[in-house]
């Protein structure tokens, strides 16, 4: 399995990113995949979860109504858009595919910076 995130950078509060994430070794249509997020000295969150087919979506109560996530199968890439975003969104942002045991696949992430 490989996770590719890419997209973050340095933004201003209010402004928008979006992060992709190119994955192998798998059969990512199959799988449910996830976006977490980890800031200096906390611990790795949630942010949100699409169904194999894109038919369904959760976010964490935070990111509701500012992030989107979305998936194209037939490039095997996830997709969280972000805006609006706020300094507290400051992290590394990984994806990840739902197992049954859990994430257990991680990617180098990609670090989202919130700051004027």
């Known amino acids: 399995v490989q996770l590719v995130e890419s997209g973050g950078g340095l933004v201003q509060p209010g402004g928008s990113l979006r992060l992709s994430c190119a994955a192998s070794?798998?059969?990512?249509?199959?799988?449910?995949m996830s976006w977490y997020r980890q800031a200096p000295g906390k611990e790795r969150e949630l942010v949100a979860n699409?169904?194999?087919?894109?038919?369904?979506?959760y976010y964490a109560d935070s990111m509701k109504g500012r992030f989107t996530i979305s998936r194209d199968n037939a490039k095997n890439v996830v997709y969280l858009q972000m805006i609006s975003l706020k300094p507290e969104d400051t992290a590394a942002y990984y994806c990840?595919?739902?197992?049954?045991?859990?994430?257990?696949?991680w990617g180098q992430g990609t670090q989202v910076t919130v700051s004027s």
């Open positions: 070794g798998f059969t990512f249509s199959r799988y449910s």
């Open positions: 990840t595919p739902v197992t049954d045991y859990g994430p257990v696949y």
């Open positions: 699409i169904t194999s087919a894109g038919t369904s979506t």
